[in-house]
T-cell receptor, first 117, second 112 residues
Framework: DAGVTQSPTHLIKTRGQQVTLRCSPK?????VSWYQQALGQGPQFIFQ???????QRGNFPDRFSGHQFPNYSSELNVNALLLGDSALYLC????????????????FGEGSWLTVV | DAKTTQPPSMDCAEGRAANLPCNHS???????VYWYRQIHSQGPQYIIH???NNETNEMASLIITEDRKSSTLILPHATLRDTAVYYC?????????????FGQGTELSVKP
């Protein structure tokens, strides 16, 4: 059973460029979230997708956008890259049970390391 | 902001039990306590979670106080591979499946 998979594992971009990161959720999962982790910090929630819509969003600018596909996979797009966007980007997945408020375990991928120069 | 407080670092001797404390004094009645760990440069790994009762799995045990204001993660026989940052997280719950708010975590060093 494949877990959460992300690609690419590492990439380098120049300031002002755009980047797309990809995620396939764990088998059977329908909800995908994205996190940003700067060096020495805990992961910060960016947004969550369910049924191809953004359901929750953290405190990130509109330069950060996403998409979820019918097969539940997801992309994170970051436009107009800044040096401060250099970080580990983590994808996480779970199963959403409407009406159940908690208890479904969230699993993480190994992340995509983005360096902006 | 994270709803949990953890010591920034701890040491443990290899083979001994590692007891990692966490305070979550403002936890709500329907919020779970989750523990994850993150080994350097890898994604966070789920360890265990609980609501009220103590929980045990193949990785660890979770002890939650009766008032639910604190908990302790126990690694019964720590190995060098358990060296990692451990995050205690109170699950923000809503109908959208919840998100995780990470704090700074506890950096556990297991020493030979």
């Amino acid at each position: 059973d494949a877990g959460v998979t992300q690609s690419p594992t590492h990439l380098i971009k120049t300031r002002g460029q755009q980047v797309t990161l990809r995620c396939s959720p764990k088998s059977g999962h329908d909800t995908v979230s994205w996190y940003q982790q700067a060096l020495g910090q805990g992961p910060q929630f960016i947004f969550q997708y369910y049924e191809e819509e953004e359901r929750q969003r953290g405190n990130f600018p509109d330069r950060f956008s996403g998409h979820q596909f019918p097969n539940y996979s997801s992309e994170l797009n970051v436009n107009a890259l800044l040096l401060g966007d250099s970080a580990l980007y983590l994808c996480a997945s779970t199963i959403l049970n409407p009406g159940q408020t908690s208890g479904n375990t969230i699993y993480f991928g190994e992340g995509s390391w983005l360096t902006v120069v | 902001d994270a709803k949990t407080t953890q010591p920034p670092s701890m040491d443990c001797a290899e083979g001994r039990a590692a007891n990692l404390p966490c305070n979550h004094s403002t936890i709500s009645g329907n919020e779970y306590v989750y523990w994850y760990r993150q080994i350097h440069s890898q994604g966070p790994q789920y360890i265990i979670h609980g609501l009220k009762n103590n929980e045990t799995n193949e990785m660890a045990s979770l002890i939650i106080t009766e008032d639910r204001k604190s908990s302790t993660l126990i690694l019964p026989h720590a190995t060098l591979r358990d060296t990692a940052v451990y995050y205690c997280i109170v699950r923000v719950s809503n109908n959208q499946g919840g998100k995780l708010i990470f704090g700074q975590g506890t950096e556990l060093s297991v020493k030979p």
